[in-house]
């Protein structure tokens, strides 16, 4: 049974340990608040496990535990088959990982998940990179970004979380951003009423990997949508819908040029990233609007 000791408002610890300026607590703290009690919280190893707590400590006043990397999708798949066994279909299942535990480790897990069309919410706070363990590179840094395990920047772009989700034809996922919370929170109530897997991929600004004055998280959340680099849309069976369409786009130089882990660039491969960035960002904003014309098309047929 839990002991609730403290009296912070909400269902998050007054304290916790996130580094200054860290987005992932603000997620948290609007996560719960849209939630609420009804929910069961896993969480694996990372940045976020300090929400977990240790030994008999817990930053949240919900259930929950810590299982391992690589299966928080298979663990509240689990608590969520055990609910169902009991007729308890209201409680909200809530897995709760970084890109790392996602993108990469997990992706076995929440791909089974997904297929199966468990009824789980699944939220992917991503700060590309494995920030917790020393800032190594994971398949969701971002192109020429510098981590610890690609020093002189990552020759590749970053895997799509999105389209793995969409391929598996599940009723509702989006993307999202510190910067908009009401986007945010709105997007978390879809998701917490989806009959079925959801999934919200939210960047998460981190001044210790990204290199940056934690004072200026939204700011730099705000220009990473700006300029095309975090685009906000979301799919709700097999509907489109973009959030954050843009006729001009800001200079990537806005972004990046604030962050450290960009500071090896030369003139000539901050241009390169322009050119990359304009063109991804206007090439995957059509195939989005194609996405609506061919369920439209299949609609009709």
């Given at each position: 049974m839990f002991d609730i000791q403290h009296k912070s408002k909400g269902l998050v610890s007054h304290g916790v340990s996130a580094c200054a300026g860290c987005g992932l607590e603000l997620i948290m703290r609007n996560v719960m608040s849209v939630l609420g009690e009804d929910t069961i919280i896993l969480i694996p190893p990372g940045c976020s496990a300090l929400f977990s707590g240790y030994g008999?400590?817990?930053?949240?006043?919900?259930?929950?535990?810590?299982?391992?990397?690589?299966?928080?999708?298979?663990?509240?798949?689990?608590?969520?088959?055990?609910?169902?066994?009991?007729?308890?279909?209201?409680?909200?299942?809530?897995?709760?990982?970084?890109?790392?535990?996602?993108?990469?480790?997990?992706?076995?897990?929440?791909?089974?998940?997904?297929?199966?069309?468990?009824?789980?919410?699944?939220?992917?706070?991503?700060?590309?990179?494995?920030?917790?363990?020393?800032?190594?590179?994971?398949?969701?840094?971002?192109?020429?970004?510098?981590?610890?395990?690609?020093?002189?920047?990552?020759?590749?772009?970053r895997k799509n979380l999105m389209e793995i989700a969409i391929a598996h034809d599940i009723p509702y996922a989006a993307t999202a951003s510190i910067h908009n919370l009401n986007d945010f929170k709105k997007k978390l109530k879809k998701a917490m009423e989806t009959d079925g897997p959801s999934l919200i991929h939210i960047q998460t600004p981190c001044p210790t990997g990204w290199r940056y004055d934690p004072g200026k998280s939204v700011e730099l959340a705000r220009l990473a949508v700006q300029t095309g680099s975090w685009i906000l849309f979301e799919y709700e069976d097999g509907h489109v819908?973009?959030?954050?369409?843009?006729?001009?786009?800001?200079?990537?130089?806005?972004y990046i040029e604030m962050q450290g882990r960009f500071k090896h660039l030369t003139e000539e491969q901050k241009a390169e990233l322009q050119d990359y960035t304009v063109k991804y960002y206007h090439r995957y904003i059509k195939k989005l609007e194609n996405m609506n014309i061919e369920t439209e098309e299949h609609a009709t047929a």
């Open positions: 008999n400590e817990s930053g949240l006043k919900i259930a929950g535990f810590q299982g391992n990397l690589e299966n928080t999708a298979a663990c509240a798949a689990g608590v969520r088959a055990a609910l169902n066994a009991q007729g308890n279909y209201h409680t909200t299942v809530l897995a709760f990982a970084g890109d790392g535990g996602t993108v990469d480790i997990g992706l076995q897990a929440l791909s089974g998940v997904l297929e199966r069309r468990d009824k789980i919410m699944y939220i992917c706070y991503d700060n590309e990179a494995y920030m917790n363990t020393g800032i190594q590179g994971s398949s969701s840094t971002p192109f020429f970004a510098s981590t610890t395990t690609t020093p002189s920047g990552k020759p590749t772009s819908t973009i959030n954050s369409k843009l006729k001009d786009l800001r200079p990537i130089t806005d």
